[in-house]
């Protein structure tokens, strides 16, 4: 991974992002020094809530460092800004150093979800269109292909799959574990984040 990341700054690509998933237990003691990394190396790390995706990941709430814990834990060390959300609706909320050595973001879902402002439609490679990343199933984009369905007539059925569309799964994860009931990401079957990327 290192020997990508190096190539691509040689290459000239900027900015170079690298998603840090943060796992208490796992790599939580790290995070200072991914931060000293990426300022030494002039990439922007997007820290990323753990989160319940897929079925397999064994995700529990014990396991989650939130948004405010990471930031407290960089601030104290190297002084944050907070810039803002990229066009005002991105999933990452970014902050800049004080010292103008670099920017960072927390792509917070499981404290701060932003399902109002989400608008990230996926299709898996087996042509199936899915409309939440915590989504159980997709539609069949591929049949519609495969039986001759013109452009118009697929763009009219994915707007109708968009403008119906409910999805606020995080929202509602995080309404569960406010609440009193809790929340447990193993009774939710979803499709693997895998074959859905990002
Ligand atoms: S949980 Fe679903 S609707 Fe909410 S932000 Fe994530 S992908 Fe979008």
């Not at 990508?4 to 020094?33: M, Q, T």
């Not at 269109?129 to 007539?153: I, M, P, Q």
């Not at 994860?173 to 939710?188: C, F, P, Q, T, V």
């Amino acid at each position: 991974m290192l020997e990508g990341l190096f190539a691509a700054k040689h290459c000239g690509l900027h900015p170079i992002k690298i998603n840090v998933v943060v796992e208490r237990g796992v790599n939580d003691d790290d995070i200072i020094d991914l931060v000293e990394f990426s300022r030494k190396n002039g990439f922007a790390i997007r820290f990323i809530e753990y989160m319940d995706v897929g079925n397999s990941n064994n995700w529990t709430s014990e396991k989650l460092v939130a948004k405010k814990e990471i930031l407290d834990i960089i601030d104290a060390r190297y002084p944050l800004r907070e810039v803002g959300r990229d066009k005002g609706s991105a999933p990452s909320m970014d902050y800049e150093f004080i010292d103008g050595r670099g920017e960072i973001g927390v792509i917070a879902s499981i404290t701060e979800p932003f399902c109002s402002t989400c608008t990230r439609g996926r299709l898996t490679a087996d042509g199936k269109l899915v409309t939440c990343l915590f989504s159980a199933t997709g539609y069949d984009l591929k049949a519609l292909l495969r039986n001759g369905a013109t452009d118009e007539e697929i763009i009219e059925i994915v707007s109708a799959i968009w403008r119906k569309r409910t999805d606020r799964y995080s929202d509602e994860r995080l309404e569960a574990m406010n609440s009193g009931r809790g929340y447990r990401a193993k009774d939710h079957k979803k499709i693997e984040m895998i074959t859905l990327g990002g």
